[in-house]
C-alpha cells in the first residue's frame, strides 16, 4: 500500500447515496484503488501496468472522488505534472522504479527528440490517450464536500486543462472538423478491428528484436495482442519517434492517420465540463465561449459520423479517404456528445441494449460488447475485438443518463454490476462475453474506479 492514502478509508463519505445491496463491492473497490496506490497516482493494475496511463487516471479520479476528493484531484495533478510544454498529455508517465513493462521509456525517447517540449525530470511515452481528464476534474469539483477548500487546486490545474484542449484542437484536428486524429493504436482501442485496414496499409519494416512482459503476467496469450500486432505498434512508434513527435510532419508522413470518432465525443462532453469549471472559476466570457465552440463543433462532426447503413458513428482512414465500417462500441458513441439530436439519441440507446451489443444472443450479462459478435474481426477472449470493458460500459452508461434515457442506464448499470459481483470478477480488466470470465488484469484500477461510481449513483 502507498502512503497516500491515509484519508482514503473504506466508508463512504456523507456526500454518499450507496446501493444498498453491495456494500462488500464498494469495500472491495476501494481495497483496490488503495492497494494499487503510489502516493501520487495509481497504477492501472498491480503488475501489468506499473506506470501511470492518462486515461486511466481520469478514470480514477472519477471513482476516487467518491471517497476522498483530495487524493482524487492529486491524481490529475501528478499527470499533469508531466504535461508537454506544447500542451500535449502524454498517454504515460512512466515510474522510474518499475522495469517490468515493454515498452519502456527508451523506445520513445521524448527527451532527446521532441524539441524541448517534453518534461525535464520525469519521462513520458510519445502518445496520447482520449482526453476524458476535464470530465473527471468537473466529477471532482461536483462530489467534493467541501469544493471551496478545492479552488485553489482547480485555479492551478484549469491552465493545464484548457492548454490540452488547444493543443488537440490546433495539433490533432488542424482541418478544424471536430474530429481528433489520432497516430496509433494505443491512443485508442489497442487491437480492436476499428484499425484493421488501416494497418493493414502499414508496411512494416525492420523492427529491433524485443521481449513483451505482458504475457508474463496474463496466463493465456490469446487475450493479449499477436505479435504481428505488436511489431505493428513498434514500427508505428519508431516513425513517430524518428519525426520527433512534430505534428505536422507526422500529418504530412505516417502511415497510419485516422479520425476518431471515440476520442471525438469524448472531446466534446470533456469541453462542456471544462466549460462548467471556467464558469465556476469565474473565467472569461471570451475563454468560456472558445470552450463551448469547441464542444459544439466536435458534438456535430461526431452526429456527423452517423452511417445510416451501419446505424453507428464511424471513424475515418484518412490515407484511405473512407469511414471504417465495423461494428464496435465506438459507433455508439455520439451517446456522450452534448445537444445529441433526440431521435438519433433514441436509435443509439436501442442499438446500444440491441442485437449486436448488450442484447446479443448468448451473452453471460447483457451488457455492451467492445465488438459485436460475430461482426468481422471479433475474437471472443481477444482485448478489444469482443470481450466487455467495465470502463466503455462507464462511458456508454454515463452518455445514456445525459440523454436522459433512465431506463436503458439503469438496464447497463445493473448488467454490469451483476457482472462485478461474481466472486471470480476480481475487478478484471475486460471480460468474456458467453461466460462473464475475467481476462487480462484483475485489479484493475479503472473497473475500481468506475464499480465505485455505479455503486454512487443510485439507478
Ligand atoms: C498500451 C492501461 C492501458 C489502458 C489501455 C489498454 C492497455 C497498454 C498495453 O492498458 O494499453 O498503452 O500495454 O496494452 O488497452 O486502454 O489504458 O490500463
Redesign the pocket.
Known amino acids: 500500500m502507498g502512503s497516500g492514502l491515509s484519508a482514503f478509508g473504506g466508508a463512504a463519505t456523507d456526500s454518499l447515496r450507496l446501493a444498498p445491496d453491495a456494500p462488500w463491492l464498494w469495500n472491495d473497490a476501494v481495497a483496490v484503488l488503495r492497494a494499487n496506490d503510489l502516493g501520487e497516482w495509481t497504477k ?2 498491480p503488475r501489468l ?1 506499473p506506470h501511470q ?1 492518462s ?2 487516471s481520469a478514470f480514477i479520479a472519477l471513482g476516487l472522488c467518491r471517497v476522498d476528493a483530495d487524493r482524487a484531484l492529486r491524481e490529475l495533478e501528478h499527470l499533469f505534472g508531466a504535461q508537454w510544454a506544447d500542451g500535449r498529455l502524454p ?2 508517465v512512466f515510474n522510474p522504479k518499475a522495469h517490468d513493462y515493454f515498452p519502456g521509456p527508451d523506445l520513445w525517447a521524448c527527451a532527446d527528440v521532441a524539441g524541448g517540449a517534453a518534461p525535464r525530470g520525469q519521462t513520458t511515452s510519445g502518445l496520447v ?1 482520449h482526453p476524458m481528464q476535464a470530465l473527471a476534474a468537473w466529477s471532482v469539483w461536483e462530489a467534493a464536500v467541501e469544493p471551496a477548500a478545492l479552488v485553489p487546486r482547480f485555479r492551478a490545474l484549469y491552465p493545464r486543462l484548457l492548454a490540452w484542449h488547444r493543443y488537440l484542437t490546433a495539433a490533432r484536428d488542424p482541418q478544424a472538423t471536430g474530429l481528433l486524429t489520432i497516430y496509433h493504436p ?1 491512443e485508442g ?2 487491437n480492436s478491428p476499428r484499425w484493421d485496414t488501416a494497418l493493414a496499409h502499414v508496411v512494416v519494416g525492420e523492427v529491433p528484436d524485443y521481449s513483451r512482459h ?1 504475457l508474463k503476467h496474463v496466463e493465456d496469450a490469446s487475450e493479449r ?1 499477436t505479435r504481428g500486432e505488436y511489431d505493428r505498434y513498434l514500427w508505428l512508434a519508431g516513425l513517430l519517434k524518428a519525426a520527433r513527435y512534430d505534428d505536422a510532419l507526422i500529418q504530412r508522413t505516417h502511415p497510419f492517420l485516422v479520425k476518431d470518432v471515440l476520442a471525438s465525443a469524448i472531446f466534446a462532453a470533456a469541453n462542456q465540463a471544462l466549460g462548467s469549471i471556467a464558469e465556476r472559476l469565474g473565467r472569461p466570457e471570451e475563454e468560456r465561449r472558445e470552450i463551448a465552440a469547441l464542444a459544439r463543433r466536435s458534438s456535430l462532426a461526431v452526429q456527423g459520423q452517423w452511417d445510416e447503413a451501419a446505424q453507428l458513428a464511424l471513424d475515418i482512414d484518412l490515407l484511405a479517404g473512407q469511414p471504417i465500417r465495423v461494428t464496435t462500441c465506438a459507433g455508439l458513441s455520439p451517446l456522450l456528445v452534448p445537444d445529441l439530436e433526440p431521435s438519433l439519441g433514441r436509435r443509439l440507446a436501442d442499438r446500444a441494449l440491441g442485437a449486436d451489443f448488450a442484447g446479443a444472443p448468448g451473452l453471460a450479462f447483457t451488457v455492451v460488447p467492445s465488438t459485436a459478435p460475430g461482426s468481422p474481426g471479433y475474437q471472443a477472449r481477444s ?2 475485438r469482443g470481450p466487455s470493458w467495465p470502463v466503455i460500459n462507464w462511458l456508454l452508461w454515463w452518455g445514456l443518463r445525459q440523454q436522459g434515457f433512465a431506463e436503458h442506464a439503469a438496464a447497463l448499470r445493473s448488467a454490469n454490476l451483476a457482472l462485478l459481483e461474481q466472486p471470480a470478477a476480481r475487478f478484471g ?1 475486460y471480460f468474456e462475453l458467453g461466460t462473464g470470465t475475467p481476462l487480462g488484469s484483475s485489479e ?1 484500477s ?1 473497473t475500481a474506479a468506475v464499480v465505485l461510481d455505479w455503486l454512487a449513483a443510485l439507478p
Do not use: G
Open positions: 492501472p493494475a501496468y496511463w486515461l486511466d498517454h504515460i490517450h494505443w482501442t489497442d505482458d495482442p482485448y478489444w480488466e484493475q479503472w
